[in-house]
């Protein structure tokens, strides 16, 4: 324990050993749901993730993790399948049949554990998960965790190797993985440790990437916050155009008119007109209807080779 300058404790800093005392009972699912319940009360929490509650509770403190994210529609939530070592047979299985189900375009279930060391060096196993969770927690929302590349390795620089009874490298499991949205820890060709895919558990066209799930949570956070200053504001058509003028001059800065590198929206468009009526408004209501593309991620490349022992020659016409 590090003593720092306090009323009746050293001037410097120093080093104690502490004596006595218990680590108390093992924690339980309850208490787990009951600190969920406390990030439910927060707005800032962007993504969801638990220590290694042990195998005796995962599956209900995971069922817990989805219910959670499932309910507030404003986070992702990481959750790591089974214990450590186990079969790629009982991962799968895990995805795909348990219940409840836990694939949503909210949740990105690990089905890899990896090792890293202690400070004392010593080699320690422990849930891929929290890596992944500490990639999205620093990334911007149009940043995949899942880049080979050092925008999003640099989060995964502690792995020291990848903990499973199958071969993460193996492309016909990488493949299977990929379809099923199973995320697995990977080691690239230049040693370094990543993610290997982008993908949700979710099936569902559309739903299936984890960045489009972030840029659609950045874009409503975004916009709510920017016209809150208009709910219980008169109700009329020169303050809608207002709210609709915010909402489009935000979408451009997110555009790659401003963002030529990283756009957040590749095209959007905004309508008041079609979406209100009368009767709508005077119930108090003002719908603003929003279209926008999402850029995806770049997950396949396809290298096209024409290479050969002999020149082909192409006659022209």
């Known amino acids: 324990m590090l ?5 009746g404790l050293p001037a410097a ?6 004596i006595g ?5 093992a924690v339980t699912s309850t208490q787990y749901e009951a600190a969920l319940a406390l990030l439910a009360l927060r707005n800032d929490v962007l993504v969801v993730v638990t220590d290694n509650p042990g195998d005796g509770i995962r599956d209900a403190v995971n069922d817990a993790v989805v219910a959670h994210v499932a309910a507030k529609r404003d986070r992702i939530g990481v959750i790591q399948t089974t214990p450590q070592n186990d079969t790629w047979v009982n991962v799968k299985a895990y995805v795909n049949a348990h219940s409840p189900s836990v694939r ?3 949740i ?3 089905g890899a554990w990896v090792q890293t060391q202690d400070d004392s060096g010593a080699a320690v196993t422990t849930p891929f998960a929290t890596y992944v969770a500490s990639a999205l927690a620093n990334l911007e929302p149009q940043q995949s965790h899942a880049r080979w590349e050092d925008t999003a390795t640099q989060y995964y620089a502690s792995v020291a190797g990848i903990v499973a009874p199958f071969n993460t490298n193996d492309d016909d499991l990488r493949g299977d993985a990929t ?4 995320l697995l820890p990977i080691r690239l060709d230049t040693g370094a440790y990543a993610a290997l895919h982008d993908r949700t558990s979710s099936l569902t066209s559309g739903k299936r990437f984890v960045t489009t799930r972030r840029i659609k949570d950045f874009l409503a956070r975004s916009i709510r916050t920017s016209i809150q200053g208009f709910v219980n504001g ?3 058509r020169g303050q809608q155009v207002k709210v609709k003028a915010l909402v489009d001059a935000f979408m451009v800065r997110q555009g790659p008119t401003v963002r030529r590198d990283e756009p957040r929206a590749i095209a959007s468009s905004t309508d008041i007109t ?3 009526t009368p009767a709508s408004v005077s119930l108090g209501n003002f719908n603003l209807a929003l279209d926008a593309q999402t850029p995806t991620v770049m997950e396949k490349i396809g290298l096209l080779f024409n290479v050969g022992e002999t020149v082909t020659v192409r006659e022209s016409t």
């Open 3 to 7: 003593f720092r300058s306090a009323t």
């Open 13 to 18: 800093a120093t080093t104690a050993t502490l």
């Open 21 to 25: 005392g218990s680590n108390g009972a």
């Open 104 to 106: 949503s375009d909210r």
């Open 108 to 110: 990105i279930p690990c």
């Open 179 to 182: 379809r099923a949205g199973i």
């Open 234 to 236: 008169i109700n009329w």
């Open 274 to 276: 079609s979406v209100n």
